[in-house]
């Protein structure tokens, strides 16, 4: 019994971030992969619909997935994942046609929401915070490989095989991770209160839906964003828009870090060779500064800072990323230098990387919320997402005005966006 109790949460531990090193590696291959298809399919003028696919299929699953799982159980909501998950991948590597292949990124990205929301309920349930939190850390750092060697193994492995057969790769990863964290969890009926009933929460995939699919006319887009806004606010626990001092206030902080690093960090490239006109090369080594910084940083401090340094983590990494930022604006308004930029991003990176662990843990602690576990999973994995929707969008369409005024808009809300969540940042730590 003693040894159970002590192997569960290891083996559900290390799920967690087998899963996390297989959301790097599909993220990687699907983006490496994108113009390869993009050409094959003869798409080239539908790339919005070849990536809509698999955004909206998360936001669809977000709102559905603690009913799933209050119906179906670990092992049936396992199930339901894993076959739409699969079956998503074989029509998408199977696809004569653009609608084809997003239909099956669709009902991938349908699965991965749901076992997504499953794994998280599931930690938030058998590990403690102490646990989580270097969890938390160590799944940052299941980026670092892929991040280094993604690309290029994707590359020679197409190369090889085919882009259909490539496709593939990550399901070995996706099957080991998913089995680990079941194996751990059980299949114990949940003991929570039914659902919040869907009503506005529906609204979150429809405005997505708007945001992802506008193609450029912006009208759409901010009709989606607005709508996408209101179904996260229905989900969210009460008082996140107040920033209600607690998990509460950590989730906004979420939004606003999502609004404002993701949606840099989706320009990034754009800005070095465009803003500062620097080359590809330079921009890719940019590029992978700050995923780096906030690998090494969030393995670091979780076993090394004391306690008490913890507390301050979130509000202080915030305001480092925000400073990062910062700089880069004022060196596109001035013209910098490589190594400016370089070192601003890092350790905008570094910033993320002392925040995002303390930050994380403080929106999942289901007791100062009143929301149940599989709630706090959707909501959590709402507010990151739906923050990145609207950072990207925004920063788009921004962009898109000019190449340098634009550019400069975009980063400058980027920043307001980051000030903003380390205010968000000081209030999380008190239980509310």
Same mark, same amino acid.
């Given at each position: 019994?003693?040894?159970?109790?002590?192997?569960?949460?290891?083996?559900?531990?290390?799920?967690?971030?087998?899963?996390?090193?297989?959301?790097?590696?599909?993220?990687?291959?699907?983006?490496?992969?994108?113009?390869?298809?993009?050409g094959?399919l003869?798409?080239?003028?539908?790339?919005?619909?070849?990536?809509?696919?698999?955004?909206?299929?998360?936001?669809?699953?977000?709102?559905?997935?603690?009913?799933?799982?209050?119906?179906?159980?670990?092992?049936?909501?396992?199930a339901?994942?894993m076959?739409?998950y699969?079956?998503?991948?074989?029509?998408? $590597?199977?696809?004569?046609?653009?609608?084809?292949?997003?239909?099956?990124?669709?009902?991938?990205?349908?699965?991965?929401?749901?076992?997504?929301?499953?794994?998280?309920?599931?930690?938030?349930?058998?590990?403690?915070?102490?646990?989580?939190?270097?969890?938390?850390a160590?799944?940052?750092?299941?980026?670092? !490989?892929?991040?280094?060697?993604?690309?290029a193994?994707?590359?020679?492995?197409?190369?090889?095989?085919?882009?259909?057969?490539?496709?593939?790769?990550?399901?070995?990863?996706?099957?080991?991770?998913r !089995?680990l964290?079941?194996? $751990?969890?059980?299949?114990?009926?949940?003991?929570?209160? =039914?659902p919040?009933?869907?009503?506005?929460?529906?609204?979150?995939?429809?405005?997505?839906a708007?945001?992802?699919?506008?193609?450029?006319?912006?009208?759409?887009?901010?009709?989606?964003?607005?709508?996408?806004?209101?179904?996260?606010?229905a989900?969210?626990?009460?008082g996140t828009?107040?920033?209600?001092?607690?998990?509460?206030?950590?989730?906004?902080?979420?939004?606003?870090?999502?609004?404002g690093?993701? &949606? $840099?960090?989706?320009?990034?490239?754009?800005?070095?060779?465009?803003?500062?006109?620097?080359?590809?090369?330079?921009?890719?080594?940019?590029?992978?500064?700050?995923?780096?910084?906030?690998?090494?940083?969030?393995?670091?401090?979780?076993?090394?800072?004391?306690?008490r340094?913890k507390?301050?983590?979130?509000?202080?990494?915030?305001?480092? *990323?925000?400073?990062?930022?910062?700089v880069?604006?004022?060196?596109?308004?001035?013209?910098?230098?490589?190594?400016?930029?370089?070192?601003?991003?890092?350790?905008? &990176?570094?910033?993320?990387?002392?925040?995002?662990?303390?930050?994380?843990?403080?929106?999942?602690?289901?007791?100062?919320?009143?929301?149940?576990?599989?709630?706090?999973? =959707?909501?959590?994995? *709402?507010?990151?997402?739906?923050?990145?929707?609207?950072g990207?969008?925004?920063g788009g369409?921004?962009?898109?005005?000019?190449?340098?005024?634009?550019?400069?808009a975009?980063?400058?809300?980027? =920043?307001?966006?980051?000030?903003?969540?380390?205010?968000?940042? *000081?209030?999380?730590?008190?239980?509310?």
């Amino acid at each position: 019994m003693s040894a159970t109790r002590t192997t569960g949460p290891l083996v559900l531990a290390v799920g967690i971030v087998a899963l996390e090193f297989a959301a790097a590696v599909t993220g990687f291959v699907a983006s490496t992969l994108l113009p390869v298809v993009a050409g094959e399919l003869s798409a080239r003028d539908e790339i919005g619909l070849l990536i809509a696919g698999s955004s909206l299929g998360l936001f669809v699953a977000l709102p559905l997935a603690s009913r799933v799982l209050l119906r179906l159980g670990a092992r049936g909501t396992l199930a339901v994942g894993m076959a739409a998950y699969l079956g998503g991948l074989a029509v998408a $590597a199977s696809a004569q046609a653009a609608w084809m292949f997003a239909v099956g990124q669709f009902a991938t990205g349908l699965a991965s929401g749901l076992l997504a929301v499953f794994g998280i309920s599931s930690a938030i349930r058998h590990l403690d915070d102490r646990v989580r939190i270097k969890v938390v850390a160590a799944s940052s750092a299941m980026w670092i !490989l892929p991040a280094l060697v993604g690309p290029a193994a994707t590359l020679g492995l197409e190369h090889l095989v085919g882009w259909r057969w490539t496709l593939l790769a990550p399901v070995p990863f996706v099957l080991f991770g998913r !089995l680990l964290i079941v194996r $751990a969890a059980g299949d114990d009926p949940s003991s929570e209160d =039914t659902p919040r009933p869907l009503g506005r929460t529906l609204l979150v995939p429809v405005g997505a839906a708007g945001v992802v699919l506008s193609t450029g006319w912006w009208p759409l887009a901010v009709i989606g964003a607005v709508v996408a806004v209101a179904g996260m606010v229905a989900i969210l626990p009460a008082g996140t828009a107040r920033l209600r001092p607690g998990a509460p206030a950590a989730l906004g902080a979420m939004v606003l870090f999502a609004i404002g690093y993701f &949606g $840099a960090d989706s320009l990034i490239t754009v800005l070095i060779t465009s803003g500062f006109r620097m080359s590809i090369g330079q921009a890719a080594i940019v590029l992978s500064a700050a995923p780096l910084g906030w690998a090494v940083t969030s393995l670091l401090t979780t076993q090394f800072a004391s306690e008490r340094a913890k507390k301050h983590f979130p509000a202080v990494g915030l305001g480092l *990323t925000a400073l990062g930022t910062a700089v880069l604006v004022v060196e596109l308004a001035v013209g910098g230098s490589f190594a400016i930029v370089l070192a601003a991003w890092a350790v905008g &990176g570094i910033g993320v990387g002392l925040a995002y662990p303390g930050l994380y843990i403080r929106a999942t602690t289901a007791s100062a919320s009143g929301f149940t576990a599989a709630e706090l999973a =959707t909501a959590v994995i *709402t507010a990151e997402c739906v923050g990145q929707l609207l950072g990207r969008a925004v920063g788009g369409a921004l962009s898109s005005t000019a190449t340098t005024g634009g550019m400069l808009a975009s980063y400058l809300l980027f =920043t307001v966006a980051l000030i903003a969540a380390t205010a968000a940042a *000081t209030r999380s730590s008190t239980a509310g």
